[in-house]
């Protein structure tokens, strides 16, 4: 079965442009949160959808928003990009429990210059 | 709200020498707590979790971690360390009432020598 999956892997962006970063979930979950890895740092969460519906936020600046589809895929949109945006971006996919496994894919790399 | 220290940015052990990585947690209730590694250039691959059913939880690859509510802990341990285990580790803790809301530690950078 096909894990996690994002694109793209690599990008790179100019300051004030905006990107879009898209995920695909495991098959049957239908919760998609998206999280932020500064270099050296630990993830830090962004924003968590279930059935197309904003469920939880992070503390990020409205630059940052995101959407999920009918399919349980979701796109994470930032604009006016910032050299500070720089980092991976995850994407992680479960069903709504707690406790369950949380399952996240490779990441893709921003960087902004 | 929730949060996990991860007591040391790196260590380094020797190769065939235990393991251990520390992890201290605060919450009012029971947490669910996870550990997770990162190898270079890649996403995060649960190790293993907690979910309350039982206090010693066995991961893959060889690591296992203590749940002790006593200590407010969760270390991760490996009997014997393996080149291969050379990573960044991340300790984790599930926010009560967010599901699949994590709250990640700094990580620890686990160096093995020859």
């Known amino acids: 079965d096909a894990g996690v999956t994002q694109s793209p892997t690599h990008l790179i962006k100019t300051r004030g442009q905006q990107v879009t970063l898209r995920c695909s979930p495991i098959?049957?979950?239908?919760?998609v949160s998206w999280y932020q890895q500064v270099l050296g740092q630990g993830p830090q969460f962004i924003f968590q959808?279930?059935?197309?519906?904003?469920?939880g936020r992070g503390n990020f600046p409205d630059r940052f928003s995101a959407r999920q589809f009918p399919n349980y895929s979701s796109e994470l949109n930032v604009n006016a990009l910032l050299l500070g945006d720089s980092a991976l971006y995850l994407c992680?996919?479960?069903?709504?429990?707690?406790?369950?496994?949380?399952?996240f894919g490779e990441g893709s790399w921003l960087t902004v210059v | 709200a929730q949060s996990v220290t991860q007591l040391g940015s790196h260590v380094s052990v020797s190769e065939g020498a235990l393991v251990l990585l520390r992890c201290n947690y605060s919450s009012s209730v029971p947490p669910y707590l996870f550990w997770y590694v990162q190898y270079p250039n890649q996403g995060l691959q649960l190790l293993l979790k907690?979910?309350?059913?039982?206090?010693l939880v066995k991961g893959i690859n060889g690591f296992e971690a203590e749940f002790k509510k006593s200590e407010t802990s969760f270390h991760l341990t490996k009997p014997s360390a393996h080149m291969s285990d050379a990573a960044e580790y991340f300790c984790a803790v599930q926010n009560t009432g967010t599901a699949s809301k994590l709250t990640f530690g700094t990580g620890t950078r686990l160096q093995v020598t020859l």
């Open positions: 959808y279930y059935e197309k519906e904003e469920r």
């Open positions: 992680a996919s479960s069903f709504l429990s707690s406790g369950n496994t949380i399952y």
């Open positions: 907690y979910t309350s059913a039982a206090t």
């Open positions: 098959s049957g979950h239908k919760s």
